[in-house]
Structures are given as C-alpha cells and as structure tokens.
C-alpha cells in the first residue's frame, strides 16, 4: 500500500525553467511533509518542508505547495540549475517517522 | 558539526551469509533510524530508536534482521542469514527531537549491500 505516490519517475527542464515535482498521498491524517534531494552514492538531503495547516512555504528557489483538499503537493524550483539535477523524493511525516515517494530524477540541461 | 557516519560504504557478501552495519549519530540526536533503500524505491523505515529504546520496528524483518544501539549513540544493524531480496542501500539518519515532534532527519550516505 503505496501512501505516498510519486507518479513521474523523471522529469527533464532546461536550465533557467521552472521545475516541477508532483506528490500524491492517501492519507489525510499526514500533517506534516517534506521534500529530500539525493545525489548519487550520497544520502538525502533535506531540503524544505510544510506543515498541514500551512499552503505554501518558500526558500529561496524552491516553494512547497500543498493541497489538502486534493492530498497533493508540488515542489516548484525557479529558475532550474544544473546543480538541481537529482533524485527528489517527498515524504509525509505521522508522529515523526518519514514515509516516502518513490522518487523523480530531475535533469536540468545546460 | 559532524555528520551520521556509516560504515562500511559498500559490502558484498553471498547469500545466507551475514552482515552488519554501523552508524554514528549527529552528536545530541536522541532518535535514530535505520532505512532500507531497494534500487528505484524510496527509503522504507525499518526500525526507529530514541535513546536506547525502540519506538517503532514494525517493518523489520525480525526473523533475520536485528539492531541494538547501545548507550543511545551508535548503532548496529545486522542480516543473517542474508537473502538475495536483502540487496539495498541501508541510510542511517538521526534527528534531535523526540518522538512527539516531527523534526528534520538528516542522513548518512548509507551502505549499499550487494547478496549474491
């Protein structure tokens, strides 16, 4: 039982686009979510998170929306830089353990 | 500051052999956890310590798997007898708040298992 759904395996923008990272989940009770980057033969990184009563968080670059009506969130990052390119995996947190996507690889071209 | 240490990086080993895994928590974090990364997945909770304590260890396989963290700092994980289905990356991450609070988890590289 996948509760946390990264449909898009890979993603592919041009440097200076706007990308966009999609995460689906089942439950409702999830009130906090947040998004991890991995680069190859490292661990992932935390990157920015959003708290259910809150609809949008920003750092720099990277915003978080989420959509409780819908369970989905997205992680806008503007503009794309090469650097960006990785694994990105959302993940909703019950009572402190993570539950994870399966992850999208974003290439971001030159 | 440091971060979660994990050794070895890599281990190969044949099937129904065993292994173990070790990891050294950011210093202070009082929760640690152990994760099981199969290649295209996302990471899956295995077992989750606070302190010395266990909290949650629904998801570990407890016929063959086993973990300890002695002192509330370090920790072990262990396979044996190892399946070919074993073969993953196990992260190691710890995070400073307990477990009431939901609180950033920071990540080893992990150890990447390869059974033959």
């Known amino acids: 039982d996948q509760q946390v759904k990264q449909n898009s395996p890979s993603l592919s923008v041009q440097e200076g686009r706007i990308s966009i990272l999609n995460c689906d989940y089942t439950n409702s009770m999830f009130d906090y979510f947040l998004w991890y980057k991995k680069y190859p033969a490292e661990g992932p990184t935390f990157l920015i998170s959003?708290?259910?009563?809150?609809d949008k968080n920003e750092d720099g670059r990277f915003t978080v929306f989420l959509n409780k009506s819908a369970k989905h969130l997205s992680l806008h990052i503007v503009p794309s830089q090469p650097g960006d390119s990785a694994v990105y995996f959302c993940a909703a947190s019950p009572t402190g353990k993570l539950i994870f996507g399966q992850g999208t690889t974003l290439q971001v071209k030159p | 500051e440091a971060g979660v240490a994990q050794s070895p990086r890599y281990k190969i080993i044949e099937k129904r052999q065993s292994v173990a895994f070790w990891c050294n928590p950011i210093?202070?974090?009082?929760?640690l956890y152990w994760y099981q990364q199969i290649l295209g997945q996302g990471p899956k909770l295995l077992i989750q310590f606070q302190n010395n304590g266990v909290v949650d260890d629904s998801q570990l396989p407890k016929d063959r798997f086993s973990a300890e963290r002695l002192k509330g700092v370090d920790s072990t994980l262990k396979i044996q007898p190892a399946k070919l289905e074993d073969s993953a990356v196990y992260l190691c991450?710890?995070?400073?708040?307990?477990?009431?609070?939901?609180?950033?988890?920071?990540f080893g590289p992990g150890t990447r298992l390869t059974v033959l």
């Open positions: 959003i708290s259910s009563i809150k």
């Open positions: 210093s202070g974090h009082a929760t």
């Open positions: 991450a710890s995070s400073s708040r307990d477990i009431a609070s939901t609180d950033t988890q920071y």
